[in-house]
């Protein structure tokens, strides 16, 4: 990213929209907003003639073609209006089709292969990927509209005032010892000039914007999201008092954000000083240029207005660059950052393609692992040459010292650890359930968070309320269809007893749990066991615990002893 090119992000991010079966409603509604574009350029060329015209009739004191001239304006401004209020309005519209289009794009590629979670496994510069997936698309696709059609209107305006200019222009002579040169169009070399001298400085001094853009986005990010985990957990941080600890690490991620934005503005003064300098002090340069064709009498008033008005307009239309230029820069920072993200997925895509550990479809009842070597990030061997069999019905206990590696298999079993090589075999088309320790349950109703990710049209009342009953649940029969962040409302217990109660309503052939009792007392604990074995007989479990009381329920032991080493005992 060290030579980012603005175009070829811009490409990146949005050239599959253009190629989408959204593609023919696009090209319209673009065709349609160029066209009131060109409109809106014509409507300025004809506005720039009236000038003339009412600035003689004033020179001339014809009352008549005065108030003519004003019903001309009105019409013109009517028109002007109409262009301007639909040109706005359609261009949303495309804005919302396009996002509405990228978002879903983008959503697709975070969410294939757990791309979401993986992206959290390494330092791969890729910061609040929620943020960009929801506000950056926003920004990139307003920000890019905007400035290619305000850029396609000063094309036109830069064309056809530039014309006009040149035909209302005088000339001057450029001599040499005995030789000597007239150049027509002086205004128009004038402006030229000007203007590239203008860009210049503006490129120069404004570099630095960029970088500062792109960190801002990041800076932002990463403060908003302290403030949501915050809120998130908010009952933890409150049992520790933790107030003052989360007050100085908000103010640090503030920090950032209010140095890298304190830059910015220091570099922004400098550039608002020279765009005021550059840009104002050229505004009598087309009356000195052109009063003297006016005072010899080669000029009238309507044409000394047409002259210089039509001046303004290429002078700011070569001058766009400099004045959009803030807006530019930060449009190259949003795309960076999307492209950045592209990149990552592109490449996990890639990993996945290529993932070392495979997960195999089994064509027997067994599941197995086979040359199983997991690893860290880092390349630290968890396991080395990993192998076991378990058959329907069977159940493996795996055990060992925190952070030795046993819900690292239990990851790698489930396809979202990217590190190592080996193969796992799963029979095919059977359902793999995972209980993590601190199971998922989605903000809404109970019933709803109960058999996620199923729906609560595929279990009758009689069935959940009976499985509620049997994990401890009876006193949660009543608010089934109570709205809430249940992973708030409920203890770590009830979580893992409704996770518990969801196994069993979906009823998998594979359930793997990772220390999903750890919040339980040991009744409760031996009691779920109990009704797995009882509920389940085909399925094969696997489980994550320390507990001695769990080994009476599995028929395996695996003991993970580090540095590679293991023990699987029948």
Same mark, same amino acid.
């Not at 919040?519 to 994550?544: F, P």
């Given at each position: 990213? @060290? +030579?980012?090119?603005?175009?070829?992000?811009?490409?990146?991010?949005?050239? +599959?929209?253009?190629?989408?079966?959204?593609?023919?409603?696009?090209?319209?509604?673009?065709?349609?907003?160029?066209?009131?574009?060109?409109?809106?350029?014509?409507?300025?060329?004809?506005?720039?003639?009236?000038?003339?015209?009412?600035?003689?009739?004033?020179?001339?004191?014809?009352?008549?073609?005065?108030?003519?001239?004003?019903?001309?304006?009105?019409?013109?401004?009517?028109?002007?209006?109409?262009?301007?209020?639909?040109?706005?309005?359609?261009?949303?519209? /495309?804005?919302?089709?396009?996002?509405?289009? /990228?978002?879903?794009?983008?959503?697709?590629?975070?969410?294939?292969?757990?791309?979401?979670?993986?992206?959290?496994?390494?330092?791969?510069?890729?910061?609040?990927?929620?943020? $960009?997936?929801?506000?950056?698309?926003?920004?990139?696709?307003?920000?890019?509209?905007?400035? #290619?059609?305000?850029?396609?209107?000063?094309?036109?305006?830069?064309?056809?005032?530039? %014309?006009?200019?040149? !035909?209302?222009?005088?000339?001057?002579?450029?001599?040499?010892?005995?030789?000597?040169?007239?150049?027509?169009?002086? $205004?128009?070399?004038?402006?030229?000039?000007?203007?590239?001298?203008?860009?210049? *400085?503006?490129?120069?001094?404004?570099?630095?914007?960029?970088?500062?853009?792109? =960190?801002?986005?990041?800076? !932002?990010?990463?403060?908003?999201?302290?403030?949501?985990?915050?809120?998130?957990?908010?009952?933890?941080?409150?049992?520790?008092?933790?107030? +003052?600890?989360?007050? +100085?690490?908000?103010?640090?991620?503030?920090?950032? *954000?209010?140095?890298?934005?304190?830059?910015?503005?220091?570099?922004?003064?400098?550039?608002?000083?020279?765009? #005021?300098?550059?840009?104002?002090?050229?505004?009598?340069?087309?009356?000195?240029?052109?009063?003297?064709?006016?005072?010899?009498?080669?000029?009238? %008033?309507?044409?000394?207005?047409?002259?210089?008005?039509?001046?303004? &307009?290429?002078?700011?239309?070569?001058?766009?660059?400099?004045?959009?230029?803030?807006?530019?820069?930060?449009?190259?920072?949003?795309?960076?950052?999307?492209?950045?993200?592209?990149?990552?997925?592109?490449?996990?895509?890639?990993?996945?393609?290529?993932?070392?550990?495979?997960?195999?479809?089994?064509?027997?009842?067994?599941?197995?692992?086979?040359?199983?070597?997991? &690893?860290?990030?880092?390349?630290?061997? =968890?396991?080395?040459?990993?192998? $076991?069999?378990?058959?329907?019905? @069977?159940?493996?206990?795996?055990?060992?010292?925190?952070?030795?590696?046993?819900?690292?298999?239990?990851?790698?079993?489930?396809?979202?650890?990217?590190?190592?090589?080996?193969?796992?075999?799963?029979?095919?088309?059977?359902?793999?359930?995972?209980?993590?320790?601190?199971?998922?349950?989605? *903000?809404?109703?109970?019933?709803?968070?109960? /058999?996620?990710?199923?729906?609560?049209?595929?279990?009758?009342?009689?069935?959940?309320?009976?499985?509620?009953?049997?994990?401890?649940?009876?006193?949660?029969?009543?608010?089934?269809?109570?709205?809430?962040?249940?992973?708030?409302?409920?203890?770590?217990?009830?979580?893992?007893?409704?996770?518990?109660?969801?196994?069993?309503?979906?009823?998998?052939?594979?359930?793997?749990?990772?220390?999903?009792?750890?919040?339980?007392?040991?009744?409760? @604990?031996?009691?779920?066991?109990?009704?797995?074995?009882?509920?389940?007989?085909?399925?094969?479990?696997?489980?994550?615990?320390?507990? &001695?009381?769990?080994?009476?329920?599995?028929? &395996?032991?695996?003991?993970?002893?580090?540095?590679?080493?293991?023990?699987? *005992?029948?």
């Amino acid at each position: 990213m @060290e +030579h980012f090119s603005l175009l070829q992000g811009i490409w990146k991010v949005g050239n +599959h929209y253009w190629r989408s079966k959204a593609k023919n409603y696009a090209i319209l509604l673009l065709l349609v907003i160029i066209g009131l574009n060109i409109t809106s350029v014509y409507i300025q060329v004809w506005l720039n003639q009236w000038r003339n015209v009412f600035f003689n009739t004033l020179q001339d004191r014809d009352m008549a073609a005065f108030l003519e001239s004003l019903y001309l304006w009105g019409g013109l401004i009517l028109a002007a209006w109409a262009v301007s209020v639909y040109q706005n309005y359609l261009r949303q519209l /495309l804005a919302v089709s396009w996002r509405s289009w /990228l978002t879903d794009r983008l959503l697709g590629e975070y969410l294939q292969s757990k791309k979401y979670y993986c992206l959290q496994l390494q330092d791969n510069g890729i910061d609040n990927p929620d943020q $960009m997936i929801c506000e950056d698309v926003k920004l990139f696709i307003d920000s890019l509209l905007t400035i #290619f059609l305000w850029f396609l209107y000063n094309l036109g305006i830069l064309c056809s005032f530039t %014309l006009i200019l040149w !035909e209302l222009s005088g000339s001057f002579s450029l001599s040499w010892r005995e030789s000597s040169i007239t150049i027509p169009g002086d $205004m128009v070399w004038i402006a030229l000039g000007y203007a590239l001298m203008v860009d210049c *400085v503006m490129g120069k001094m404004g570099h630095p914007l960029v970088q500062l853009n792109f =960190l801002q986005q990041r800076y !932002e990010a990463d403060f908003r999201f302290a403030l949501v985990r915050l809120r998130e957990y908010a009952e933890e941080i409150a049992l520790y008092s933790g107030e +003052h600890r989360e007050r +100085h690490l908000l103010r640090n991620y503030f920090k950032k *954000v209010y140095d890298n934005l304190h830059q910015s503005i220091k570099r922004q003064k400098i550039l608002d000083s020279l765009i #005021f300098f550059l840009c104002r002090g050229t505004e009598p340069l087309p009356y000195i240029v052109a009063v003297p064709r006016f005072f010899s009498g080669e000029l009238q %008033l309507g044409g000394l207005m047409q002259v210089t008005g039509a001046f303004e &307009k290429v002078q700011r239309s070569l001058l766009f660059f400099s004045s959009w230029y803030k807006e530019i820069t930060e449009l190259k920072a949003i795309v960076k950052r999307l492209v950045i993200l592209m990149d990552t997925m592109e490449e996990f895509k890639r990993l996945d393609q290529k993932q070392s550990i495979r997960i195999i479809d089994a064509p027997d009842s067994a599941f197995s692992v086979e040359n199983l070597n997991l &690893k860290l990030p880092n390349g630290e061997l =968890l396991l080395d040459n990993f192998a $076991m069999r378990l058959q329907p019905g @069977e159940s493996l206990l795996i055990t060992g010292s925190s952070g030795c590696g046993k819900s690292t298999l239990i990851k790698a079993i489930a396809g979202i650890w990217p590190f190592g090589e080996g193969h796992i075999h799963i029979p095919q088309n059977q359902q793999c359930l995972f209980l993590p320790q601190s199971p998922y349950l989605p *903000v809404g109703t109970l019933r709803e968070a109960l /058999l996620y990710p199923r729906s609560s049209q595929e279990y009758s009342e009689e069935a959940i309320q009976g499985i509620l009953r049997k994990c401890c649940l009876e006193h949660l029969l009543e608010r089934l269809d109570d709205q809430e962040n249940w992973s708030h409302v409920l203890s770590l217990g009830e979580q893992q007893r409704i996770a518990f109660a969801r196994a069993i309503l979906l009823r998998p052939q594979w359930l793997f749990l990772d220390e999903a009792t750890s919040g339980l007392d040991e009744a409760t @604990e031996k009691k779920l066991y109990s009704l797995i074995r009882s509920e389940l007989k085909g399925t094969g479990v696997m489980s994550v615990g320390h507990r &001695k009381d769990l080994f009476v329920y599995h028929q &395996k032991i695996l003991t993970i002893k580090g540095k590679g080493c293991w023990d699987l *005992v029948a």
